[in-house]
């Protein structure tokens, strides 16, 4: 009798994509769409749990029912402590409990398709050059973030750090810079450590960036729905975050 085919696991790239875009749904869900996800962990309900997918979305739902799941399963009843903490302790908890379960999902892929040693090693430091969803939900991932600023235009507190990138908020007007050729590799080296308070992903050049003037957080315009054209009428920019630690108390 022939052996069966060799089964091709996946790759490390793979799983980290895979991982990537569960974390991206994950952090939505406490950042931008908290709300959403406030009102859907009702303490009422059965235990919920938390799942992110490949496809950067979440969910708030019931745990599997097959036994054994399919994948590792997230931290059951996260509904159940909504209203018997302070909302950001509450949403602090959940990342980090999201933060363990991605983890636990990565590894299982590795286990399951045969990784081994460096190949564990190397998806752990791409894992690892991340920030946590709990250090982006708690505000820690800010890194050097409160040190970025940019040239200021006409006095106002949003400027752009060059002709199609970043808005930027500064406490005072930051003095003119004298246009050469090399004022673009001034700035990439000057904002190249910045982190997305929303994805988590570094700074690019080529991207439109907005700063909370609270938090001093920096975000891809895309992530927090804001455009260069509507930043140039919004006065105090305030992120998901800063706006939602408010609204969502309970």
């Known amino acids: 009798m022939e052996s069966n085919p060799p089964y091709n696991p996946r790759t490390v790239e793979e799983v980290f994509r895979d991982f990537k875009?569960?974390?991206n749904g994950m952090i939505k869900a406490l950042t931008n769409d908290v709300e959403e996800f406030y009102q859907q962990c009702d303490p009422e309900k059965e235990n919920l749990c938390l799942y992110g997918f490949p496809n950067e979305q979440?969910?708030?739902?019931?745990p599997a029912d097959e036994v054994p799941p399919e994948l590792p399963e997230p931290?059951?009843?996260?509904n159940f402590a909504r209203d018997g903490m302070q909302s950001k302790d509450w949403l602090a908890l959940v990342a980090v409990h999201s933060d363990a379960w991605l983890l636990s999902v990565a590894f299982y892929f590795g286990a399951r398709f045969g990784f081994e040693k460096d190949d564990r090693k190397?998806?752990?430091n791409m894992i690892n050059d991340l920030p946590t969803v709990f250090e982006v939900v708690s505000g820690t991932a800010k890194k050097q973030s409160?040190?970025?600023?940019?040239?200021?235009?006409n006095g106002s507190s949003k400027s752009k750090s060059n002709s199609n990138t970043k808005s930027a908020k500064t406490s005072k007007p930051a003095p003119p810079v004298e246009e050469d050729e090399g004022v673009?590799?001034?700035d990439e080296d000057e904002h190249g450590d910045a982190l997305c308070g929303a994805c988590g992903e570094n700074y690019a050049s080529d991207e439109f960036w907005i700063c909370c003037d609270l938090c001093e957080t920096w975000f891809h315009g895309k992530c927090v729905k804001i455009t260069p054209a509507k930043a140039e009428h919004i006065k105090q920019y305030k992120c998901p975050s800063c706006n939602n630690n408010k609204r969502a108390r309970p």
């Open 75 to 78: 931290a059951l009843g996260i």
């Open 21 to 23: 875009g569960r974390r």
């Open 146 to 153: 409160k040190e970025k600023t940019s040239v200021s235009k």
């Open 122 to 124: 190397r998806l752990f």
């Open 58 to 62: 979440w969910e708030v739902n019931l």
């Open 184 to 186: 673009d590799e001034e």
